[in-house]
């Protein structure tokens, strides 16, 4: 199940069943969303992202999901694998020439073989 | 394409030292890169935006003159942490926006620095 408290949210899920990761944004003017995907010492990895202008986007077994009126993005990632254990961030650009991203705190799914 | 690579991967110094991270895009260019500062469990913090041949902005709460950035060329910015203490032991990560591009940052390796 999910947790949140004082450590990194977890999430814990069986191979081969799906998964959800959710995530709240901070600021209801931000028009592009990325969530990344980083592994223990390395740096974030692109999965997929969204626009504003969108509510839904498909990948490679991964969906995003965008709810602007609660500022909700969340991820689906179907028929999770061992290889997909790492910490998820979801990173929000609130506009502006420079496109400065901010980050959410981040959930950690263990995929349980 | 769009790699960002870091140098160096680890590096360990002596309080009071400086330390220089290098990040490189190596198949694009990059007007814009990002310097971010994460501890242990927890999210990324942009520390700094550095844009190629002006002055970077710091995020607040980010000393400037502690966090020496400079983006001499367009596939190419270095952070320099001067006089290092080992409150400045973290995992520092570089990233870069393709020029002409939205919002998508690829981001480099990270360094880990710790600081005795």
């Known amino acids: 199940g999910e947790s949140v408290g004082l450590h990194l949210p977890t999430l814990s899920v069986q191979e081969g069943d799906n998964s959800i990761i959710n995530c709240a944004y901070s600021?209801?003017?931000?028009?592009?969303f990325i969530w990344y995907k980083q592994e223990s010492g390395k740096g974030p990895q692109f999965i997929i992202d969204?626009?504003?202008?969108?509510d839904k986007r498909q990948g490679q077994r991964v969906t995003v999901l965008l709810n602007k009126t609660v500022k909700h993005l969340s991820l689906q990632i179907a028929a999770t694998q061992p290889g997909d254990s790492a910490v998820y961030f979801c990173a929000e650009n609130s506009g502006g020439s420079n496109y400065k991203l901010t980050f959410g705190k981040g959930t950690l799914l263990t995929v349980n073989p | 394409g769009a790699v960002v690579s870091q140098h160096p991967s680890r590096v360990i110094c002596k309080s009071g030292t400086s330390v220089k991270i290098e990040c490189r895009s190596l198949?694009?260019?990059?007007?814009?890169m990002f310097w971010y500062r994460q501890f242990p469990k927890q999210s990324l913090m942009l520390m700094a935006t550095s844009n190629e041949g002006s002055k970077a902005t710091y995020e607040q709460g980010v000393e400037k003159d502690k966090f020496l950035i400079n983006h001499a060329s367009l596939t190419l910015s270095t952070l320099t942490v001067t006089s290092a203490h080992p409150e400045d032991s973290s995992f520092y990560i570089c990233s870069a926006r393709v020029t002409g591009t939205g919002g998508e940052q690829y981001f480099g390796p990270g360094t880990r620095l710790t600081v005795t």
């Open positions: 969204i626009r504003s202008n969108m």
């Open positions: 600021n209801s003017a931000s028009d592009y």
């Open positions: 198949d694009f260019q990059a007007t814009t």
